[in-house]
């Protein structure tokens, strides 16, 4: 489903840029040019708006729900271990044991 998303805005956007290069060109040969002007204003401007959105979520969540996210950073630290909390990600089971009972 997600591949099928992702061909399908392709498809969207180089249609776009088609016909946007066609009206800009103005019925001379520069449509390559212009395809490739708006392919790339495309790619930036998409790139900022992601960005700068990422920045404001984040500054949200902060202010509003007092939760804090370091996007960008993937390194596991390991919380410090509460004895009355069960964390299922430090702590294995094995039912071997109870199965042969």
Request: proline share 1%; hydrophobic share 35%; aromatic share 12%.
């Amino acid at each position: 489903m997600d591949t099928s998303k992702q061909v399908f805005s392709s498809g969207l956007l180089h249609t776009y840029n088609i016909i946007t290069a066609k009206l800009l060109s103005g019925g001379d040969n520069m449509q390559c040019q212009w395809y490739f002007i708006n392919f790339s204003v495309d790619i930036i401007g998409i790139a900022i708006f992601s960005y700068l959105l990422l920045r404001l979520s984040v500054q949200i969540l902060k202010s509003c729900c007092d939760y804090e996210i370091n996007t960008g950073s993937y390194e596991v630290k390991e919380k410090e271990k509460n004895p009355d909390e069960f964390n299922s990600y430090s702590e294995s089971y094995d039912c071997s044991e109870e199965m042969s009972e």
